[in-house]
């Protein structure tokens, strides 16, 4: 019983921290969706495609899917004809950087700068796209997509945009509130019966390779499994319990940003036609290697900072 209310409470907080975040931003993405502003959006990132790889059409779903999320992503790629190539870099980079606006804003509850957040993304999605292009030939056939795009009639005046937007943002909040109580529950359980301090203990030479503390295990798992909007309540909670500390939280969140929600967002681009087992490889090799690479320069900031407090004090 006690259990089960300070779960069902938690779920509740988090579920009300999220939803000021996730309802406002729906509505409006929603409402911009149906103006000129999209599509003013697309013609300015087009010219830049080439970088890429991509033809100029392709920004249509990097931008569905950065201020939208990954199913919007993969709504533009089905509507476009892309060779392989193109939709296998439309994959990485959209792994990279999605869902922006509410995963951003999660990354700042739970502590992260919003810089670190904006420059790993978008810096990774960048980088990636340039290098498969650089360096793979292949893919020149057109993609042979496994299901064909949800026909959605678009609303008519900006009442019923309005109604839509609203729709979809509760919609938001309700999943939210339907994933974030029940997985608050199970948490709960989890520490009552001292089962996460276990967990941790397993995990400390993992958490350790990243340079990161034992404590922030529960964060990491939950980012790695459920993704971050929907793992951010099990995050916020064990930033806030477990006394991690904001360079665990940042680290975490780095390793997260490159490699969060591991099944679902690489299962998503299974009807795209592109191989899937190097595109989990791509993320997790990145996160391991960019978490090590900050920490390690991390490290060294703080010793050199220890090495002149030490000769001022001297």
Known sequence: MHTLQNG???GLKTTWTLGKIIFPITLFLVILQHTPVLPWIVKLVSPIMGIFGLSGEAAIPLVLGNALNLYAGIAGILSLDLTVKEVFILAVMLSFAHNIFIETGVALKVGVKLWVVLVVR??????????INLFWSGGGEIAQYGMAPEVVSAPEGWLAIGLLGLQKASFGVLQLAMIVIPLMIFVQFLKDRQYLQKFSEKLAPFTKV??????????LVAGLVIGLAYGAGVMIQAVQEDGVSKKDATLVFIFLIACHAVVEDTLIFLPLGIPILPLLIIRLVTAFVLTIAVAFV?????????????????
Do not use: C, D, Y
């Open 8 to 10: 069902t409470k938690a």
């Open 210 to 219: 990243i340079g990161v503390q034992p404590n922030a295990s529960m964060t």
């Open 298 to 314: 991390w490290k060294q900031h703080e010793r050199r900072k220890e090495k002149e407090v030490v000769l001022h004090n001297g």
């Open 122 to 131: 978008f810096g990774l999605a960048a980088f990636s796209g340039i290098i």
